[in-house]
T-cell receptor, first 109, second 112 residues
């Protein structure tokens, strides 16, 4: 079954410390993976996708097919990174989209 | 606002009733997606349309139905409402099928 797991509901990190938001997926085949972010009182928006291999707002995510993971990382957390982060998978077979339950990132001053 | 719009913002209704949620995609976007967000289930994909045709189906109940009209706006119909249907319903749109999705502000449905 296709599944996206974000094991942490809440992650608190001090400003300036490294951040890693975990995402594991279950999918047989080649999925497309995304990270979406929702800042307070704003709409859900795309942060990055694995096929573009970009770094957005200092965040990167590498697809590790062996570990079926797509962890989101940032070397130095900033207060404006506080938000809800969702990992998502798009099936190449049937176009279904599966979101993880999200991780709330709280950056401590 | 040239982004995704959803109406109404809030909807309060009673069990057993039927409601319609409306979504207007961004100009030029052909694909529309519907999601349900509840506290315990997170963001659940319901259904996707592309240029008027159903493209993918997720965890959408039989009591729910959707369609995308020729002008590309979409409606999500929820019938025989139950307390558990109370949630935020998001619509998103994208230019093509595999593109970045742009989300609307959501409709908060409360079933009493």
């Amino acid at each position: 079954a296709q599944r996206v797991t974000q094991p942490e509901k809440l992650l608190s990190v001090f400003k300036g410390a490294p951040v890693e938001l975990k995402c594991n997926y279950s999918y047989s085949g080649s999925p497309e993976l995304f990270w979406y972010v929702q800042y307070s009182r704003q709409r859900l928006q795309l942060l990055l996708r694995h096929i573009s291999r970009e770094s957005i707002k200092g965040f990167t995510a590498d697809l590790n097919k062996g570990e079926t993971s797509f962890h989101l990382k940032k070397p130095f957390a900033q207060e404006e990174d506080s938000a809800m982060y969702y990992c998502a998978l798009k099936s190449g077979r049937d176009d279904k989209i599966i979101f993880g339950k999200g991780t709330r990132l709280h950056i401590l001053p | 606002d040239s982004g995704v719009t959803q109406t109404p913002k809030h909807l309060i209704t009673a069990t057993g009733q039927r409601v319609t949620l409306r979504c207007s995609p961004r100009s030029g976007d052909l694909s529309v997606y519907w999601y349900q967000q509840s506290l315990d289930q997170g963001l659940q994909f319901l259904i996707q349309y592309y240029n008027g045709e159903e493209r993918a189906k997720g965890n959408i109940l039989e009591r729910f139905s959707a369609q995308q009209f020729p002008d590309l706006h979409s409606e999500l119909n929820l019938s025989s409402l139950e307390l558990g249907d109370s949630a935020l319903y998001f619509c998103a749109s994208s230019v093509r099928l595999a593109d970045e999705q742009f989300f609307g502000p959501g409709t908060r449905l409360t079933v009493l």
